[in-house]
């Protein structure tokens, strides 16, 4: 698998390695700015573990490692949009050449299952209903281009080659270990610090939000189950606003809603995201951690970890955030 170090797929690693009738698990990682061995260091004892660090595009290591293996799961992506507003030439690199050359290993080597782990973003804004895997996609990102590009090289490797490739399309994902760039890991830390959180616009934006272990088992599922040649949406179990989301990390932390401030809006932010999950759920899965349940644990571990998050905060980051955010918070204003 490809991505490991990351949030999402060092989860489904230590996930996998869990199961007995995993004889050996390779993972694939660049080792990129929000790739963190410690999220791993649990797993490093194991004797069917092995990992590997280098990048999806050198095609002569991925050929070689791709050849040993059975299965395929590809979670390597840049993933934050507001990086790939500030500059797009990593996102097609990794999240559509990277995927090209994974493809063309796997075709190369016959590759037995390969599953390509996407995002709801490709479908665009959804002013109301919820996306089906029949939509069309819209991207209106430099990011979710960037993942629809790969979903459809997935698929076209399916149609032309009759490559065994399925899509899985996840919801908003929380949880522990988490990069902090993205708004719960970033708001939880920042209210721990009494920092100001920079809510985009109005904050009426709606997502839909899905615990990592229950993405991680949808993904399982598709690999065990699914369909070569199809999409996968994976939905949560939550659909609420980022005010309201700020507010329930705000009263989980005991912090003042005056560490809220409104700031400028992304360009060509999405109102609302929603997927039909009804496709895989007719394969077996469905969520089982209840979004209360799950925030409050995810806030309290980022309380317990603070050794894990702020090297990462005090680091590069604080360069990123400042760029990001410094003049934003120069001219915000302070919730109503």
């Known amino acids: 698998m490809t ?6 797929g060092s989860a489904f690693v230590r996930r996998a390695l869990a199961r007995p009738d995993v004889t050996q698990l390779t993972v694939l990682d660049k080792l990129t ?8 260091a649990e797993v490093e004892d194991d004797a069917r573990y092995r990992f590997v660090q280098a990048d999806i595009n050198d095609a002569p290591i991925v050929t070689e490692l791709m050849a040993e293996a059975d ?6 992506a840049e993933s934050h949009v507001d ?10 690199q990794t999240d559509v050449h990277g995927t090209f050359t ?30 089906r895997e029949t939509d069309a996609l819209r991207p209106r990102s430099p990011y979710a281009a960037s993942k629809a590009a790969g979903d459809l090289l997935a698929l076209a490797y ?5 490559l065994p490739v399925m899509v899985t399309r996840g919801s908003n994902t929380y949880g522990p270990r988490q990069y902090p760039e993205k708004v719960i890991p970033l708001f939880v830390t920042n209210a721990i610090d009494g920092e100001p959180l920079p809510l985009y616009g109005d904050g009426l934006q709606v997502r839909d939000w899905l615990h990592v272990d229950d993405h991680c088992a949808a993904v399982e599922t598709v690999l065990e189950r699914g369909e070569p040649g199809g999409a996968y949406n994976i939905g949560g179990t939550a659909s609420l606003s980022n005010l309201e989301l700020t507010h329930r990390l705000l009263a989980l932390l005991g912090r003042p809603v005056s560490l809220v401030r409104h700031v400028t809006d992304r360009p060509g932010h999405d109102r609302r995201y929603a997927l039909d999950s009804s ?7 469905t969520p089982r951690v209840e979004f ?16 894990w998050w702020r090297p990462i905060k005090d680091g590069s980051f604080a360069d990123y955030y400042r760029r990001l955010y410094a003049e934003r918070l120069a001219t915000s204003s302070a919730a109503p």
């Open 71 to 76: 299965a395929v799961v590809n979670f390597a």
């Open 158 to 162: 399916h149609a032309t080659h009759r």
């Open 102 to 131: 994974l493809l063309e290993a796997a075709r190369a080597t016959g590759v037995g299952r390969f599953v390509q782990v996407s995002t709801d973003e490709v479908y665009g804004d959804v002013a109301e209903g919820a996306s």
């Open 279 to 285: 496709k895989v759920r007719a394969l077996g899965w």
């Open 292 to 307: 209360d349940d799950g925030l409050a644990g995810t806030v309290e571990w980022y309380q317990d970890n603070e050794s």
């Open 83 to 92: 990086r790939s507003i500030e500059r797009a030439d990593a996102f097609v």
């Open 3 to 8: 991505g490991g170090a990351g949030f999402i």
């Open 33 to 40: 700015y929000a790739g963190n061995p410690a999220n791993l």
